[in-house]
């Protein structure tokens, strides 16, 4: 059996939960696993929607305490679904929850792990996982000697791929009580902005910007193409931007389909954690900079006239 | 308080990184090797535990005699011993949890600090495993931490925002960028650290739950164009993306 893991937050399942299911989905018709869902919380919406992505059998684990994360109480539930269905690869997204769940979870099912998987080459007798390291500087081919089997997967990255709707079984186990040893007592939400990590557009600003205030031409722009707002660390290290959206080495390694780089010189620890996103728009005054060595288009000019006309150009395109 | 400290040694961020001759790690060969610079955070956060609390700070490494310069740094910047987990194999992130919780449980700590990742491989996951294997408690990612008795409040970074977790010792702490401000050791810490003791103790992983069959650098992509010097290159730009590239 191949089990994948829910994410939810506030009922909600997560983008890359529909991406983890299709690919346990499609692992399972090559390997001829069954495949399982798991999900911790009390309330969902559109649980129904897994359907439409191939799944056929969910375990709804409810209780009010499992609405916020716990990790001990997580761990403790996804084992025991794992150990009774004798689930031999069990996939989760690489996510802040994912990352801190799945590891515990590999513990208790004496289980190899690896984590923020960019491929996944299922054949009948093998799994191999790609996974950049470094960074990004680098990739690695790894794979597990283990009989069970923990693989994170990096969101934006695997296909979440509609099928035929099949008849989904949702088992709603009720636990009584659930092991609250470590618990979320509250969630502190960032002001309404999107998240680099999980954006499929990202509007970095760099040195070039000048000036904190100058940060509102990338908030502009990236209102005018729904992305979310990245930062290099030189800007982040200034104290303009907040840590959460630095890009990079010490930061977060993205892979959204568009990013756009302004004023961003383009040091090897920001293209390490950016250069895998799928097209690369760099904005910079110095035409030899190191972010055009990365960039599918380039404007080589003053970011203080081409971000307002790029904004404007967008808004008025979509009006 | 019995606090530990876990800290890699990692080629520093600047290097450009090459393949090894095995095609299975990277050259080590002329890069500059420096402290994780998340385990920085966790230092400071250690130092300012012990501070609060009393107590002292064994930090702790896997790795061979080089990894004593990330040691002395940490002792450097408050850390009262160091114990160097001595073996030159090739670990995965299961082996060296392993190794970390053996020398956790037999020194009793009640509070263990590493960085929420190593900037080598990525993972991310070793206190997570540590924890696990010791039945400690655990907060990733941390970006504040407050302790109070033996009950443990942190706020941990996710998508969009921050959890606030509560747990109990003992617990194992994932530093993040943001948990504090890393103080320079002065000229005096640093000559105090080399009188410091770190302790050899050899150490065999056993067997490897994963296997690297390859390391690779990634595809370069292929050079992009310059479409412009000025605005005047917007509608190109905006053109391209619509048309060629199909992503807005």
């Known amino acids: 059996m191949i089990l994948a893991f829910i994410e939810q937050r506030d009922g909600v399942i997560k983008k890359v939960s529909y991406e983890v299911v299709s690919k346990a989905v499609a692992s399972g018709k090559i390997t001829g696993e069954k495949v399982a869902a798991i999900f911790c919380g009390n309330e969902v919406s559109g649980i129904d929607n897994l359907a439409g992505y191939g799944l056929e059998k969910l375990y709804f684990m409810k209780n009010p305490d499992l609405n916020n994360y716990s990790s001990s109480a997580y761990s403790e539930l996804v084992s025991k679904i794992a150990n009774q269905i004798s689930a031999k690869t069990v996939l989760f997204g690489n996510t802040a929850m994912g990352k801190d769940l799945a590891p515990r979870v590999a513990v208790k099912l004496s289980a190899g792990i690896i984590t923020d998987c960019v491929e996944l080459e299922v054949s009948s007798d093998s799994i191999k996982a790609i996974r950049p390291a470094f960074a990004g500087k680098a990739r690695q081919v790894v794979s597990l000697r283990t009989p069970v089997k923990v693989f994170t997967l990096r969101p934006n990255v695997f296909k979440a791929e509609t099928g035929s709707a099949g008849n989904l079984d949702i088992e709603t186990i009720t636990e009584n009580s659930v092991n609250l040893a470590s618990k979320v007592v509250s969630v502190k939400k960032s002001e309404g902005k999107l998240d680099v990590a999980e954006a499929d557009i990202i509007v970095s600003g760099g040195r070039g910007l000048k000036e904190a205030a100058n940060f509102n031409l990338i908030e502009n722009l990236a209102e005018a193409l729904g992305a979310a707002v990245g930062a290099s660390r030189a800007v982040v290290d200034a104290g303009w931007r907040p840590h959460r959206e630095q890009v990079g080495q010490t930061g977060k390694t993205v892979s959204p389909t568009l990013y756009v780089a302004c004023g961003i010189s383009g040091a090897i620890q920001h293209l390490a954690g950016m250069s895998s996103s799928k097209y690369i728009v760099a904005i910079n005054k110095d035409k030899d900079a190191p972010i055009f060595s990365v960039a599918d288009y380039g404007i080589a000019g003053d970011v203080f006239e081409i971000i307002p006309a790029l904004t404007e150009e967008l808004k008025k395109q979509s009006n | ?248």
């Open chain 2, 1 to 248: 308080m019995k606090i530990a400290v876990c800290v890699s040694h990692v080629p520093d961020t600047a290097t450009k990184i090459k393949i090894g001759a095995n095609n299975k790690e990277i050259e080590k060969t002329g890069v500059t090797f420096i402290i994780n610079p998340y385990d920085e955070f966790a230092v400071e956060e250690a130092v300012r535990t012990k501070e609060k609390f009393g107590g002292d700070i064994t930090i702790i490494s896997i790795g061979d005699d080089q990894n004593k310069e990330t040691i002395r740094k940490a002792l450097a910047m408050g850390g009262d011993k160091g114990v160097l987990l001595k073996t030159a194999e090739a670990l995965d992130s299961i082996s060296v949890a392993k190794l970390l919780s053996e020398e956790i449980k037999a020194g009793g700590f009640h509070i263990v600090f590493m960085g929420k990742q190593s900037v080598d491989y990525d993972n991310s996951i070793t206190g997570q495993l540590t924890a696990a294997m010791l039945d400690y408690n655990c907060i990733s990612v941390c970006v504040s931490l407050s302790i109070e008795d033996s009950k443990v409040t942190a706020e941990r970074e996710i998508e969009g925002g921050r959890e606030v977790v509560e747990t109990s010792l003992p617990v194992i702490i994932t530093a993040q960028k943001g948990l504090n401000e890393p103080r320079y050791p002065s000229i005096k810490n640093i000559m105090d650290a080399k009188r410091k003791t770190i302790e050899d103790k050899p150490v065999t992983a056993g067997e490897i739950s994963s296997e690297v069959i390859e390391m690779r650098l990634p595809q370069p992509k292929n050079p992009g164009r310059i479409i412009g010097t000025d605005k005047s290159a917007v509608p190109e730009l905006v053109r391209l993306l619509k048309e060629e590239a199909k992503v807005i």
